[in-house]
């Protein structure tokens, strides 16, 4: 769990076994709210199953947790990131105005990032969940860095191995895989690229 305080900074507790917390390694895990280093001027926080995200005022992304399948998104196979770590979004992309931390286990973790109105994504890719169509054949590869959808969302969700986009107009759409029906499109199979599935949100 992450705590946003008034005062921009981020406390945290849980588990600590992928370095979710943001305090170090030598912690396993805490009951209480410890205070996370290093993060001041936070506006926004994301969490995921392993994984955790802040958006500081300037509009930089700072990730740490579980890293085996790129989910932290700083260019690296790290299997774990036990302290905050700034993440760089492809040149010109500006300042990051929403992240979405998803997945529930190791093997669909992604993060999705937006940066003036354009979506970033990274982590596990096997459904397209990372957004960015690189096989159509849903045998994607991991992305270990953030890379450019061509994509354009007001608001983002990182699901399990889908996501979710909402655009500027309140259209919701859904692409990645569709199990348990979690797209919305009435079917169990995956959307390889975005579906609209609902209006006037």
């Not at 009951?31 to 926080?45: D, E, M, Q």
């Not at 996501?163 to 990645?176: C, E, F, H, K, R």
Request: hydrophobic share 40%.
């Amino acid at each position: 769990v992450l705590w946003l305080l008034n005062n921009g900074t981020v406390e945290s507790c849980g588990t600590n076994m992928q370095g979710q917390l943001g305090v170090g390694s030598g912690v396993q895990q805490s009951n209480v709210p410890l205070a996370v280093p290093g993060l001041t001027g936070i506006v926004r926080v994301s969490v995921g199953e392993h994984t955790s995200a802040a958006v500081d005022s300037s509009g930089r992304l700072f990730m740490w947790g579980g890293n085996e399948t790129g989910a932290v998104g700083v260019g690296q196979q790290f299997r774990d990131v036990y302290t905050p770590m700034q993440v760089q979004l492809p040149a010109g992309a500006g300042a990051v105005t929403d992240v979405s931390a998803g997945g529930d286990f190791g093997e669909n973790d992604h993060t999705l990032a937006l940066a003036g109105g354009a979506m970033y994504g990274w982590g596990v890719d096997s459904r397209n969940q990372v957004g960015d169509e690189a096989l159509s054949d849903g045998s994607g590869v991991n992305k270990y860095e953030p890379v450019a959808t061509g994509l354009h969302f007001a608001q983002v969700v990182a699901g399990g191995s889908h996501s979710l986009g909402l655009d500027a107009t309140g259209n919701v759409w859904a692409w990645g895989g569709g199990y348990g029906f979690a797209l919305g499109t009435g079917t169990s199979t995956a959307a390889m690229t975005p579906v609209m599935v609902d209006t006037g949100v």
